[in-house]
């Protein structure tokens, strides 16, 4: 059975793009994989964290992930910080990685935007302690939305540079699994950005507890153009708005674009925000009732956390300890 390594960052509450993109892809996974999942909260101080809120969003994203169907027993979950193995592999990998290789992360460039001399230098390498993440286990297969496509193509290069630089075959090759619909779920202020949970703007994102009166709101307000809905979906192509709601409903109504604009192309998009509304909040309302049920007892999702943090560490503990050995660390 191969090992599979997530993680998502308690940056805030999972949005839609977190759940096509990451979230509804590992609970599929968990039917024949051996699943890791983590909230890196290392990686979420890579920018500001307010240190109370980063508590409550490290427990309010473990309810989002039970409720929607991670099974903690089964598999394994916890947060990154609790298993020092991240950190001391990240910081070899800091040395294995090349500046070069990271001056190409687009996801840096794009967060930190022209203001890059004033950005944590953990943001900037970022992708290093992502590799170790994964490779702190020897996992082979990663499922992430597609704007961690570039990040996971610079882990295999780390891992394969470590394998020569220390005449090894110890670490495996990493294969990115990456949604086929919805892999890059947009802004619903602006279609050529996406969905982030720590944007500005609220209305921008729908979150996994958002109630069926906020998601008609921001799917009301949702940016659009005056044309109609085409009947063809390369017609699309021009219209990221458009484009990003249409297939928002092909996933999660399990249709392709193209059926979705046979039913209705032609029209506004009165009508088919209403419809888009009522596939969202079948959707999504369930996941957002059964977390606030779970964060009524938020002992129970620690103690989760704790187990998961105790399995994890059991199985990184023996591969980093080799990784420190092979460098040549004095144990
Ligand atoms: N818009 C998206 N569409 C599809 N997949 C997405 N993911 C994130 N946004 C989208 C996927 O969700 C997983 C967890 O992401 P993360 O929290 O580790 O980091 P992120 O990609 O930076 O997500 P956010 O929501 O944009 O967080 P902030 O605002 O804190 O930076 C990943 O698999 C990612 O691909």
Redesign the pocket.
Known sequence: MQRIF???????I??????????RNWVALQQDHECIFCL?DL??IT?WQDPEALRQQTLAQTAVLLAAGIDPKAHILFNQSAVSAHARLGWIFNCVSRLGWLNRMT?FKD?AGKDRENHSAGLYIYPNLMAADILAYKATR???????RQHLELANDIAQKFNHDYGVDFFPAIEAL??AG??????LRDGTK??????PSAQS?IEMTDDADAIALKIRRAKTDPEPLPTDPADLQSRPEARNLVEIYAVLSGMTVADVLARHGGTGFGPFKAALTDVLVAAVTPIGAETRRLLDAPEHLQAVLREGAARANAIAEPIVSEVERLVGFLK
């Open positions: 997530s993680g998502i960052q308690p940056t805030g999972p949005q839609l793009g977190n759940y096509l993109g990451a979230i890196v990686h979420a920018v996801q967060k990663v499922p992430v939305g597609d704007d961690q990456i949604p919805a892999a890059r779920v947009m802004s996406k969905m982030s949970k720590s944007d994102r």
